[in-house]
Nanobody, 121 residues
Framework: VQLQASGGGLVQAGGSLRLSCAYS????????MGWYRQPPGKQRELVAT????????DYADSVKGRFTISRDNAKNTVYLQMNSLRPEDTGVYYC???????????????WGQGTQVTVSS
């Protein structure tokens, strides 16, 4: 399984970005997909997850109401729409995939490379 994240950049506070993660491999390897981020000097943290059908979505409390995760299985792509961005959203964002592991409780099977998001105040 290969994951390719894109869409990061520099944006002012209050702005929006949409991250994309193109993945190879089909279910079950990419059954559960997630986005993580690693702020400067901090540990990597889970931002959002989505199940295979796209029905079940979970978010970190810090992004609820501002970020939306979605997937297009026909295009093998997962998205993270980020609105009302804040300086504390700055970090390297990674997409990840899991066969069966609930990402709220365990680590993914596969990681993509990161894409930098910088939010200026």
């Amino acid at each position: 399984v290969q994951l390719q994240a894109s869409g990061g950049g520099l944006v002012q506070a209050g702005g929006s970005l949409r991250l994309s993660c193109a993945y190879s491999g089909s279910s079950p390897s990419t059954n559960i997909m997630g986005w993580y981020r690693q702020p400067p000097g901090k540990q990597r943290e889970l931002v959002a997850t989505i199940n295979g059908s796209g029905v079940r979505k979970d978010y970190a409390d810090s992004v609820k109401g501002r970020f939306t995760i979605s997937r297009d299985n026909a295009k093998n792509t997962v998205y993270l729409q980020m609105n009302s961005l804040r300086p504390e959203d700055t970090g390297v964002y990674y997409c990840a995939a899991s066969k069966y592991t609930d990402l709220r409780r365990g680590l993914p099977d596969y990681w993509g490379q990161g894409t930098q998001v910088t939010v200026s105040s």
